[in-house]
Structures are given as structure tokens and as C-alpha cells.
């Protein structure tokens, strides 16, 4: 761990309304982002593989359970389920701008929006959500301007660096300064447990150093935290505004759904933030 990583803060909040167990970002709250929260596989009504609180669109033959388990973060979070807005996903690094008039996108209604991984939210009535299985939930959020982001990293999108495009977007499109912008890293496949062949090891040590590929017993494993850590350190974030939750997918079986692990036959967890009226 080098000196910036040292000053990163560590662990999300794990907190339970209602029987939903979910993962709040200790300086969101502070900062006033009280409608946030990272989901756990715990608190919902599906079954099987999927037990419980599966988000995924695209996984389980039952859309009213998925409705339900939805509706249980609405409730957790004070949101209406009409809000909650899905990324329009592309798994790459592009990034989409959504207003309140695009509430419901992806979840109520057909999503219309870009294909992208990370959304950018500046006005109440939407609430963004990205969806997940192991790939990384990148959180951020200015606490002066009131404007949220969450973003759905899987390694092609850190390898194409979009946390460090947020980052940059943040700061140069909307004037962000960086020390009012907040940083979250959540619960995803760790290094220890995210295996990968040469052609993936390989360019990751090239762009992001050598402290990004572990080889053990003859296998490569690539450190997806620390190359999205090295990308903010190079823009210049401030090491105390980043949060990790260094809490892994895979290895959590009691907590998350983990692709990888579950060799596809899994839930999805979800990453949401809005804008509370209130705060702003």
C-alpha cells in the first residue's frame, strides 16, 4: 500500500430498515446525501439462486418479485419507485447526464439513454441506479453543487478509465473543486479472488504499475481497487474524500451475489443515489 492509499478512509456503514440490509458512505451522510446506499442480497422476497433481494433485470422468470425488491429500497431510501432511473448499460466507460424528466428510464419505461456505465444526476426527482455482480460501484458526489454520480465498473470500464473520466468530468465540466468531490469504492470482486490471464494482467500492470498484478501459485490476479485508487491519485483527489469498502463479492457469500462465483446463476446487487430536496 503506497502513502496515498494510506490516507484513503476505509468501511461503508451496514445498516437494516425494514429487513433490508444495505451500505451507506460515512461522509455522504455527513455531507448530506442521505438517499444513497448500496444493496446487500439480503431483505427481499426471491428465491433459490436468487434469494433474496435480487435487482437484476435480466435474471429470475418473476417480475413481480423484482418490482417488490425494488420497491423495499424505495422504501429504505424515502424514494419513489417512479424515480429510480437505470443506466443504459454498455459495460465501457461512457458516461450520460440524466435529468428528472428521464425518471423511471430502464425500470417503468424503455431506457432511451446512451449506452454508458455511469450516470451524473444534478436535480431531485431522479434517483440513478447502476446494477452489479461483482464489477466495481464507484460512488461520487459534490457536496457543494448537489450533484451525485454512480457508475458501473466492470475491468474493461477500469481499464478504460471511468472513474478518472467522472473525475475529470466533474471538475472541468460542471467547475466541481476537489475538495468538495466524494469518492466511494464498493463491495466487488477483490484481488485475491479476481483471476485473469495474461492478456488482461498484462496491459493493467502497464497502465496502472506493477501493484495492480499479483501472481500466486502460478496464477495472475489483477487488483481492480487499486487501479481506480492510482487513477485519482493522478487526478489529483484528495486521498481523505475516497472511501473503500473493502468488502468482496466473491469471497461474502453471506452478503453479495457474486457472477464469478455463482458461474452466472446469481442476483445483482444495486448501487442508487438522489439529490434529497431537503439538503438542497
Same mark, same amino acid.
Given at each position: 500500500?503506497?502513502?496515498?492509499? *494510506?490516507? #484513503?478512509?476505509?468501511? +461503508?456503514?451496514?445498516?437494516?430498515?425494514?429487513?433490508?440490509?444495505?451500505?451507506?458512505? /460515512?461522509?455522504?451522510?455527513?455531507?448530506?446525501?442521505?438517499?444513497?446506499?448500496?444493496?446487500?442480497?439480503?431483505?427481499?422476497?426471491?428465491?433459490?439462486? =436468487?434469494?433474496?433481494?435480487?435487482?437484476s433485470k435480466t435474471r429470475e422468470n418473476s417480475p413481480e418479485n423484482k418490482e417488490e425488491n425494488y420497491r423495499r429500497v424505495c422504501r429504505v431510501l424515502d424514494v419513489p419507485y417512479e424515480s429510480l432511473t437505470l443506466v443504459n448499460y454498455a459495460h465501457g466507460d461512457g458516461i450520460c447526464r440524466? =435529468?428528472?424528466?428521464?425518471?423511471?428510464?430502464?425500470?417503468?419505461?424503455?431506457?432511451?439513454?446512451?449506452?454508458?456505465?455511469?450516470?451524473?444526476?444534478?436535480? %431531485?426527482?431522479?434517483?440513478a441506479v447502476t446494477l452489479h455482480a461483482d464489477c466495481v460501484p464507484v460512488f461520487f458526489a459534490d457536496k457543494k453543487q448537489r450533484i451525485a454520480c454512480v457508475s458501473?465498473?466492470?475491468? $474493461?470500464?477500469? =481499464?478504460?478509465?471511468? /472513474?478518472?473520466?467522472?473525475?475529470?468530468?466533474?471538475?472541468? *465540466?460542471?467547475?466541481?473543486?476537489?475538495?468538495?468531490?466524494?469518492?466511494?469504492?464498493? %463491495?466487488?470482486?477483490?484481488?485475491?479472488?479476481?483471476? #485473469?490471464?495474461? @492478456?488482461?494482467?498484462? %496491459?493493467?500492470? *502497464?497502465?496502472?504499475?506493477?501493484?495492480? #498484478?499479483?501472481? $500466486?501459485?502460478?496464477?495472475? =490476479?489483477? @487488483?481492480?481497487?487499486?487501479?481506480?485508487?492510482?487513477?485519482?491519485?493522478?487526478?489529483?483527489? /484528495?486521498?481523505?474524500?475516497?472511501?473503500?469498502?473493502?468488502?468482496?463479492?466473491?469471497?461474502?457469500?453471506?452478503?453479495? +451475489?457474486?457472477?464469478?462465483?455463482? $458461474?452466472?446463476?446469481?442476483?445483482?446487487?444495486?448501487?442508487?443515489?438522489?439529490? @434529497?430536496?431537503?439538503?438542497?
Amino acid at each position: 500500500m503506497n502513502a496515498f492509499e *494510506e490516507k #484513503v478512509k476505509r468501511g +461503508f456503514l451496514l445498516q437494516e430498515k425494514n429487513g433490508v440490509f444495505f451500505l451507506t458512505i /460515512p461522509s455522504f451522510l455527513e455531507a448530506g446525501f442521505q438517499k444513497h446506499c448500496y444493496t446487500t442480497r439480503i431483505g427481499g422476497v426471491s428465491g433459490g439462486c =436468487y434469494t433474496s433481494l435480487n435487482l437484476s433485470k435480466t435474471r429470475e422468470n418473476s417480475p413481480e418479485n423484482k418490482e417488490e425488491n425494488y420497491r423495499r429500497v424505495c422504501r429504505v431510501l424515502d424514494v419513489p419507485y417512479e424515480s429510480l432511473t437505470l443506466v443504459n448499460y454498455a459495460h465501457g466507460d461512457g458516461i450520460c447526464r440524466a =435529468y428528472a424528466k428521464d425518471a423511471g428510464k430502464g425500470i417503468t419505461r424503455a431506457n432511451d439513454l446512451p449506452p454508458c456505465d455511469a450516470m451524473i444526476i444534478h436535480e %431531485p426527482g431522479i434517483t440513478a441506479v447502476t446494477l452489479h455482480a461483482d464489477c466495481v460501484p464507484v460512488f461520487f458526489a459534490d457536496k457543494k453543487q448537489r450533484i451525485a454520480c454512480v457508475s458501473h465498473a466492470g475491468w $474493461r470500464g477500469v =481499464y478504460g478509465e471511468l /472513474p478518472a473520466k467522472i473525475a475529470r468530468t466533474f471538475l472541468n *465540466e460542471y467547475g466541481a473543486e476537489r475538495e468538495n468531490l466524494l469518492i466511494g469504492i464498493g %463491495p466487488h470482486i477483490m484481488a485475491e479472488c479476481f483471476e #485473469v490471464q495474461e @492478456d488482461v494482467a498484462g %496491459p493493467f500492470g *502497464e497502465r496502472f504499475g506493477s501493484e495492480t #498484478v499479483i501472481s $500466486r501459485a502460478g496464477s495472475l =490476479y489483477v @487488483d481492480l481497487q487499486h487501479a481506480i485508487l492510482e487513477q485519482l491519485r493522478r487526478e489529483d483527489i /484528495p486521498p481523505e474524500n475516497i472511501t473503500c469498502a473493502d468488502l468482496c463479492t466473491f469471497s461474502r457469500e453471506d452478503l453479495f +451475489f457474486s457472477h464469478r462465483r455463482d $458461474r452466472g446463476n446469481t442476483g445483482a446487487m444495486g448501487s442508487f443515489i438522489s439529490i @434529497d430536496t431537503e439538503a438542497v
